[in-house]
């Protein structure tokens, strides 16, 4: 996964000569003629320059566009849920705690805040956004289908508890927030809507039952009403805000803190409340704050014109038969019981599932590109995708979404192909995709602003094709989304082409990611952040004429399905040009040739590399300490495979099923994954190998290890996939590849679930020497494969 960005070399651009400017000779007088005014004697000076400028502005935008054209989006596909989608209510705002939107631009976000009611006058901490820095014990969806209802445990520091359920319908929505908290702490709730579109109005009601209502040219006329159970009893009265003042989105708990005041009756404790003396008549965003005990419940219930509203029963039910439906479904489909887990696993295994589906989130908006060395925005996009991580990173990842959709795809196969649609709909028109889409105010919130423009030159692992294999493969999918699957071929060929022509190599069958910095001297190895592998080590010495095994791996995979779909839904020249695309790609005495090592008996890059590197001081004069640590070498580099990084990179020719079955190179290849001197630990496979003078290597003085050594499940994931495989092949290898698929699953099951009882959380890697949690967490992104290798049908 790409964390880290880092500037790539753009070349100048020659610009056309300037044009000359034809200038109109002297007009020559025959007859006298009266002297007309001077034209300045009624046009002032100031007029004059402002005229300038303008004029001049205007031939630099036209000159800007002649010469430096604008990035072009393709057409977007059709809508695959035109009826229900702008609608319908979700959890599409997968940042938030508790936030929910419908997939549509004008849709007004709905969001919950609540903080501990202190005793003294102070600035309260307000949960709202999910923050690693909350520390919170735990949060996750326990039980969620990402589209008709959610189940979500949120634990606070001091064990206490606030369950928020919710469901939607026709197009509104109800739910349930549950507070159980300490004896006697006290809880202010905060609810809120937002307005997105200038044509949402809000006005605030008399009572808790029509608390809010306003108008929305999606939703029509609508009431939000609150409505408290019987026990539940307020600490004060409810507050409530409105304001036409327009509060940048990242700052809604902030615009809210500051407009709260302290209330403070006699012989009562201190109470919070929302500043209710500056509320405008109408406005864009509407608050309502409920101060509660330590035990409390109520009901949320947004009603329009179709959705009427709910008793308490009514919301029960319903919520019971989803609840109902979800759990007989996933039993179906992953089918756990009986397989002697226990409890914390299949807690987890289940938590892995919901918190991915009640994660995926909606955007619309523009994204950032570096195109021609200048920031343009490029869209608007409507992107439908599922994140890594709620708190760390909420957005879209290219690389990461195919392996998301792995796991979505066996409950939900239809979500998958409007994920996949969606990102379909971001490519340009040369057939590039962005790496990572961070499209609107929402999502440009949560990344630090020097790292939001994207690069049109730089590719990412093509992981849609690594589900798409699944699906074309599927034949209730194939017979279901028939007309969906062709519509998505052409896209997948122009991205694939993209990837063929722009990433390529020295030769014709070698590959190049784009992107590595040549000029860098502070990198241990430059890193190659379009792999996703980050700061996995590569030839040492960056190169045009370098080439990278995995890039070829993923374009052999890429191959195989474009042939499917061409078989399924092209035109016989199509087939039989995916077909040798494939047979090209797919070749595997071209792969050992490129790429094979008989002395180190593995596949490696190939570039200019130094097999003695080290970070050393340099003196740098001028620089603060007068030194700088930077790459030095004792040994030139030279043109060679890469052969002292045996790690993740070189297994994708297994991994992606690239090495026949009864090849001695796969006996070799799974050797050194169970070596323990190699890949193998306790806690799954590490990402590269112990005797590698990379491993646990920093990259920069200041730039720790990243895939260096640490235990990441989506390679796990692939490599399990393909020892499944391999154990069903004929060959002498199977029983070996057997025996390894389990421990390995073993190892996998056991640890996650113990760090995950230990911690409460999924993490983003594991460490390969104590098996601990690591990186960011909840990481429900693909991490949540765990789920898959629990299963018995984790390649099917």
């Known amino acids: 996964m790409h964390?880290?960005?880092?500037?790539?070399?753009?070349?100048?651009?020659?610009?056309?000569?300037?044009?000359?400017?034809?200038?109109?000779?002297?007009?020559?007088?025959?007859?006298?003629?009266?002297?007309?005014?001077?034209?300045?004697?009624?046009?002032?000076?100031?007029?004059?320059?402002?005229?300038?400028?303008m004029l001049g502005a205007g031939c630099f935008i036209l000159l800007h566009l002649y010469l430096y054209p604008n990035l072009e989006k393709v057409a977007p596909l059709p809508n695959i849920d035109p009826e229900n989608a702008p609608y319908t209510w979700g959890t599409y705002r997968p940042h938030m705690y508790f936030g929910l939107r419908t997939r549509s631009p004008m849709s007004p976000l709905f969001g919950m805040m609540w903080y501990e009611q202190p005793n003294t006058i102070q600035r309260p901490h307000i949960r709202h956004w999910c923050n690693q820095d909350d520390r919170l014990p735990g949060y996750y969806w326990y039980e969620a289908d990402g589209r008709h209802f959610g189940k979500q445990n949120i634990s606070e520091a001091h064990k206490g508890v606030i369950q928020t359920d919710?469901?939607?319908?026709?197009?509104?929505?109800?739910?349930?927030?549950?507070?159980?908290?300490?004896?006697?702490?006290?809880?202010?709730v905060i609810l809120y809507l937002s307005a997105q579109e200038i044509g949402t109005r809000f006005r605030l009601g008399k009572h808790l039952s029509d608390v809010f209502h306003g108008y929305n040219e999606l939703l029509g006329k609508f009431t939000m009403s609150l409505r408290l159970k019987d026990n539940t009893k307020l600490q004060t009265s409810h507050s409530v805000m409105l304001t036409d003042e327009k509060i940048p989105i990242d700052r809604y708990h902030d615009f809210v803190v500051d407009n709260t005041q302290a209330y403070n009756a006699p012989n009562q404790p201190l109470n919070y409340i929302l500043n209710e003396k500056h509320n405008d008549e109408e406005g864009k965003f509407i608050a309502v704050q409920l101060n509660l005990g330590s035990q409390a419940e109520f009901d949320i219930i947004l009603q329009t014109e179709k959705l009427k509203g709910m008793k308490p029963e009514e919301f029960t039910n319903i919520l019971r038969i989803r609840s109902y439906n979800f759990n007989k479904k996933y039993e179906n489909v992953f089918q756990l019981a009986g397989k002697n887990y226990t409890k914390t696993q299949l807690k987890m295994a289940k938590v892995s599932l919901s918190n991915m589906l009640g994660s995926v989130g909606y955007w619309y908006g523009h994204n950032r590109v570096l195109f021609n060395g200048i920031v343009q925005p490029y869209g608007p996009h409507v992107l439908f995708s599922a994140v890594p991580s709620r708190p760390f990173f909420p957005r879209g990842f290219l690389w990461d979404e195919g392996f998301h959709q792995m796991l979505i795809r066996k409950m939900?196969?239809?979500?998958?192909?409007?994920?996949?649609?969606?990102?379909?709909?971001?490519?340009?028109?040369?057939?590039?995709?962005?790496?990572?889409?961070?499209?609107?105010?929402?999502?440009?919130?949560?990344?630090?602003?020097?790292?939001?423009?994207?690069?049109?030159?730089?590719?990412?692992?093509?992981?849609?094709?690594?589900?798409?294999?699944?699906?074309?493969?599927?034949?209730?999918?194939?017979?279901?989304?028939?007309?969906?699957?062709?519509?998505?071929?052409?896209?997948?060929?122009?991205?694939?082409?993209?990837?063929?022509?722009?990433?390529?190599?020295?030769?014709?069958?070698?590959?190049?990611?784009?992107?590595?910095?040549?000029?860098?001297?502070?990198?241990?190895?430059?890193?190659?952040?379009?792999?996703?592998?980050?700061?996995?080590?590569?030839?040492?010495?960056?190169?045009?004429?370098?080439?990278?095994?995995?890039?070829?791996?993923?374009?052999?995979?890429?191959?195989?399905?474009?042939?499917?779909?061409?078989?399924?839904?092209?035109?016989?020249?199509?087939?039989?040009?995916?077909?040798?695309?494939?047979?090209?790609?797919?070749?595997?005495?071209?792969l050992v040739k490129d790429h094979w090592s008989e002395e180190?008996?593995?596949?490696?890059?190939?570039?200019?590399?130094?097999?003695?590197?080290?970070?050393?001081?340099?003196?740098?004069?001028?620089?603060?300490?007068?030194?700088?640590?930077?790459?030095?070498?004792?040994?030139?580099?030279s043109y060679t495979l890469v052969s002292d990084a045996f790690g993740y990179n070189n297994l994708f020719p297994m991994m992606l099923k690239l090495i026949p079955s009864k090849s001695p190179i796969l006996k070799s290849m799974l050797d050194k994954i169970r070596d323990p001197k190699i890949l193998w630990t306790n806690y799954g496979l590490r990402s590269i190998s112990r005797s590698s003078p990379y491993y646990m290597a920093r990259n920069t003085e200041h730039d720790p290890p990243y895939w260096r050594g640490y235990i990441w499940i989506n390679v796990n994931y692939m490599v399990l996939s393909s020892l499944r495989h391999y154990a069903d092949q004929p060959g002498p290898y199977r029983e070996n590849a057997e025996n390894i698929f389990s421990e390995l699953r073993a190892n996998l099951v056991k640890n996650l679930a113990t760090q995950f009882q230990k911690t409460g959380f999924l993490w983003e890697n594991y460490d390969d020497r104590t098996g601990e949690g690591r990186g960011c967490h909840p990481f429900t992104g693909w991490s949540s494969l765990i789920l898959l290798i629990m299963s018995d049908n984790l390649d099917t």
């Not at 000779?25 to 004697?41: F, K, L, M, N, Q």
């Not at 839904?569 to 797919?586: F, I, V």
């Not at 008996?601 to 030194?627: M, N």
Request: with cysteine.
């Open 166 to 188: 919710w469901i939607n319908d026709a197009n509104g929505f109800a739910a349930r927030v549950k507070l159980n908290m300490a004896p006697g702490r006290r809880y202010n």
């Open 3 to 53: 964390r880290e960005h880092e500037e790539m070399h753009q070349p100048s651009r020659r610009r056309r000569p300037p044009r000359e400017v034809e200038r109109p000779s002297a007009t020559i007088r025959y007859e006298p003629v009266a002297e007309p005014e001077p034209w300045c004697s009624f046009c002032s000076w100031d007029l004059i320059l402002i005229l300038l400028v």
């Open 600 to 637: 180190a008996q593995g596949f490696f890059d190939y570039g200019k590399h130094s097999f003695d590197v080290a970070l050393s001081p340099v003196p740098t004069p001028g620089s603060p300490r007068q030194f700088e640590y930077q790459r030095v070498t004792s040994r030139a580099p």
């Open 412 to 590: 939900d196969s239809k979500m998958t192909l409007e994920a996949i649609a969606s990102w379909m709909n971001a490519m340009d028109t040369s057939g590039w995709i962005p790496r990572e889409m961070i499209v609107g105010s929402e999502a440009e919130a949560k990344v630090p602003a020097e790292f939001i423009p994207q690069k049109n030159d730089v590719a990412n692992p093509p992981t849609l094709f690594y589900v798409m294999d699944k699906l074309v493969n599927d034949e209730k999918t194939v017979g279901r989304y028939a007309g969906i699957l062709k519509l998505l071929y052409p896209r997948l060929e122009k991205w694939f082409h993209w990837i063929r022509i722009t990433q390529s190599g020295p030769t014709r069958t070698t590959y190049r990611w784009r992107g590595r910095n040549e000029t860098i001297k502070t990198e241990l190895n430059p890193k190659t952040l379009s792999s996703g592998l980050d700061d996995f080590p590569r030839a040492s010495h960056p190169s045009d004429l370098e080439y990278h095994l995995d890039l070829r791996c993923w374009l052999a995979l890429a191959s195989r399905v474009l042939n499917r779909l061409a078989k399924s839904y092209g035109t016989d020249a199509d087939y039989q040009r995916t077909a040798k695309a494939m047979e090209e790609l797919n070749n595997f005495d071209s």
